[in-house]
């Protein structure tokens, strides 16, 4: 996920001040969220927390909560489920993997060197001495069949990374260590991508042998943890691998913990209060009201992470009368995200500033992006409009019913623009606005949308014409060939560059995804525990958590 350079807020010397009142401080002073990296107590807070192995210790058990059940609703073959969780990372390991920042993180890839013999060449020398869970060893056959896996539209649920590995036109095992990609054309993302879900390892063994439904519940891999047990809707236990091939900087097993286990708590005021009881020790809180909880309390070791998510308007820029850019620019004037942003997420969030969010290396504010909240404003766009009264209507319906409390508010705010808001059943968001997926394409949609850590993800899916997030299937004459230059362009600053011009000109467009706010999640420790953090797409990290040190 990425995040840019921003202050620290740290607890000065000998004063007591709760987390509510440096959050207060910050606002008053204009920093935001954003610029507010961390709010918990301790030395070892910091905005991407790291492993101290002498404030550690090895072993024990640890119990914290998820927020939803991820093996029995999703399942955890790597290569189907559209759903993240940490547990990805800690059962299997990635080809590439990549740290935070976006960087290439070659020390905990299954890759150990890469090297491009040519702008559509890349070789991969593999990891000596790695073997899966089920005791098989990985190779350059593992590799290859784990890609065409990934990629096999034929699989029950599969082909969901076909579009990410596009660009691969053939696999060359040349040695059960090196293998080869040749590419159809450069490709930027395609490293990024290989830390995602379709890049993850799983056993070619136990894959052949195993029917979808032990797949989906029995992952094995090549990861630190391997699954222990699993009660559906009650507990995911992992415990620790002991031949897992990475160790630790004193030579030590790399899993810090004997076993942890997860248990599935979806009500954010009840996880909080979980946590705050000590009945569990940690959790990962996406923003919600019920931080305020975990806010107040001293005892708590909170980091945060910025940006993580966005509250956005999927426009359908295809249908009037949000096809008029003048329309959906008076739209954003006039969403009072303050007031949104104060009564949901307790002043919080952060008001959007581009199609990107704060925590993407590429992530520029947008000179002309309708960032604040501007009545007057909003007037004058819709009058240069030219949208009759009479055809002011806009349909739209939030992905879940707490969307919905937050549309009611952004309908009022447009009835003062003339607009008429037709509030669509939450279930209509999933099987009315996807015109790129075969469905009519009728309807706009409020969501959050997650941060991701490769900048060419939302940028092709939002602003390609067959992009997913593109509902209209609308052309993007000025966007599509800066997408295509960008991935084609292996310097980070260049492409940096480019993602620069392609976030100004949608802030002029405002084709598809337009952000309301930027919203942050939360890593939250009990005394007892340490290391949970985050991984490049804001996704809750395992790998480094621990038993605190007495």
Known sequence: MRVAQRSNWRRMGQARLSRRALLRASLRAGVGAAGLALVGCGEDDDDAPTPDLAKSRRGGRARGAQIEEMIGNFGMDPH????????WRMIFDPLIATAPDGLIDQDASLAERHEFADDTTIVFSLREGVRFHDGTPFDGEAVRYNLARAVDPMLAGGGVYAAAFAAIEQIDVQHERTVQFKLASPNAALLTNLQERGGLMLSPHHAEASDAETLRTSPTGTGPYRLSRWIAQETTRLEAFEQYWRRRGDGGRYALLDEFALVPIADPAERAAAVLNGDLEFTIMPEDRAVDDLLESDDL???TRSGYGHVSWYVNHALAPADN???????????DKPGINARFFGGR???????????SWAYQPASAYPTAYDPAK???????SGVAEADRVIEIAPVDEVMGRWLAVMAENWQALGV???????GDATTRPWKNLGQPGDLQVLAIGGHRGEPDTTARLALTQSGAWNLGAAPTPELEPLVNEAIQTYDREQRRGIYARIQELH??????????LYISVYSV??????GLSWDLNGIESYTDLARRAQ
């Open 80 to 87: 189907t489920s559209l759903e993240q969780s940490g547990l």
């Open 301 to 303: 070791q909170i980091s």
């Open 325 to 335: 850019v003048d329309f959906r620019r008076a739209l954003l004037y006039g969403w």
């Open 349 to 359: 969030a952060e008001p959007a500033a581009s199609l990107l969010t704060p925590a």
């Open 378 to 384: 909003a007037q004058e766009y819709m009058e240069r």
């Open 420 to 426: 008429r808001t037709v509030i669509a059943p939450v």
């Open 507 to 516: 802030a002029e467009h405002l084709y598809s995804v337009l952000p309301g």
């Open 525 to 530: 420790n009990r005394p007892t525990v340490t």
